[in-house]
């Protein structure tokens, strides 16, 4: 059933994904400040004197005018805001990688403004060159944060207690940090428990820090968002991982 019609005007947004539509348009995914994921018809973008056809790029800033009440709106204005380097190589994987996530983990029309502003941070670094491992982590970490998955980095599960630098924990999905020595009190063996990752308190903290300058926290914080990014996506793969994986393989 089609929702009330509205009319939204020059809306901080960019495109994440873009298909066909009959003979001259396209059906555009857009990740928009204040109204999360829409889906918007851009009526003869693919006509070739269209003025749309240069503007609706992937990781390029825009200022977008959109109108309708269905579930897919109709694109008014796209206006290019300049500034963003373009990706490339590596980059531009990695911004595919971005995009795929924001596509299949967050709904249509619910606004996550800070996630917003995490997607501007990790294209903008990507545009800079930057190396990608952090960017990567930073924004899943933002991801599950800003979609509920509230994991807790720097205390332990159950106790409440602080992680500690020096300890061994292994995270529990729905349950947390768990000191491996807890564990082995309870009985539980760490290889009944699947593939949950093996981290050091140390990594944990700095992941709740936001610092990811050690290559073990790197190595080991990419395990951890994995395994809970696998988890949310209900096992189901992303196609964007697996062309990295095949480029790092040749």
Same mark, same amino acid.
């Given at each position: 059933?089609?929702?009330?019609?509205?009319?939204?005007?020059?809306?901080?947004? /960019? *495109?994440?994904?873009?298909?066909? /539509?009959?003979?001259?348009?396209?059906?555009?995914?857009?990740?928009?400040?204040?109204?999360?994921?829409?889906?918007?018809?851009?009526?003869?973008?693919?006509?070739?004197?269209?003025?749309?056809?240069?503007?609706?790029?992937?990781?390029?800033?825009?200022?977008?005018? /959109? =109108?309708?009440?269905?579930?897919?709106?109709?694109?008014?204005?796209?206006? /290019?805001?300049?500034?963003?380097?373009?990706? =490339?190589?590596?980059?531009?994987?990695?911004?595919?990688?971005?995009?795929?996530?924001?596509?299949?983990?967050?709904?249509?029309?619910?606004?996550?403004?800070?996630?917003?502003?995490?997607?501007?941070?990790?294209?903008?670094?990507?545009?800079?060159?930057?190396?990608?491992? $952090?960017?990567?982590?930073?924004?899943?970490?933002?991801?599950?944060?800003?979609?509920?998955?509230?994991?807790?980095?720097?205390?332990?599960?159950?106790?409440?207690?602080?992680?500690?630098?020096?300890?061994?924990?292994?995270?529990?999905?729905?349950?947390?940090?768990?000191?491996?020595?807890?564990?082995?009190?309870?009985?539980?063996?760490?290889?009944?428990?699947?593939?949950? $990752?093996?981290?050091?308190?140390?990594?944990?903290?700095?992941?709740?820090?936001?610092?990811? =300058?050690?290559?073990?926290?790197?190595?080991?914080?990419?395990?951890?968002?994995?395994?809970?990014?696998?988890?949310?996506?209900?096992?189901? $793969?992303?196609?964007?991982?697996? *062309?990295?994986?095949?480029?790092?393989?040749?």
């Amino acid at each position: 059933m089609a929702g009330p019609k509205q009319r939204v005007e020059q809306q901080p947004a /960019w *495109v994440l994904h873009t298909y066909p /539509w009959r003979e001259t348009s396209l059906i555009v995914e857009i990740f928009a400040r204040e109204h999360g994921r829409v889906g918007l018809v851009a009526k003869g973008a693919r006509r070739p004197y269209s003025q749309l056809r240069g503007v609706l790029l992937a990781f390029q800033p825009l200022r977008m005018d /959109w =109108s309708g009440g269905g579930e897919v709106k109709t694109l008014v204005r796209a206006e /290019w805001q300049g500034g963003q380097p373009l990706l =490339s190589g590596r980059g531009l994987l990695c911004g595919y990688y971005l995009n795929e996530l924001l596509v299949r983990l967050t709904a249509r029309e619910d606004a996550h403004p800070r996630l917003f502003d995490a997607y501007v941070d990790a294209v903008g670094a990507l545009g800079r060159g930057e190396p990608a491992s $952090p960017i990567l982590r930073r924004f899943e970490l933002a991801l599950l944060q800003d979609l509920g998955y509230e994991a807790g980095l720097a205390v332990e599960a159950d106790s409440g207690a602080a992680i500690q630098p020096d300890g061994r924990y292994l995270y529990i999905i729905e349950r947390g940090p768990v000191r491996l020595d807890t564990l082995e009190e309870e009985g539980v063996e760490s290889g009944a428990l699947g593939e949950q $990752p093996l981290l050091s308190g140390q990594t944990l903290l700095d992941m709740a820090a936001d610092d990811f =300058s050690r290559a073990e926290t790197l190595a080991q914080s990419k395990q951890l968002l994995r395994m809970l990014i696998n988890h949310t996506l209900g096992g189901q $793969p992303l196609q964007s991982r697996r *062309v990295l994986k095949e480029l790092q393989e040749l």
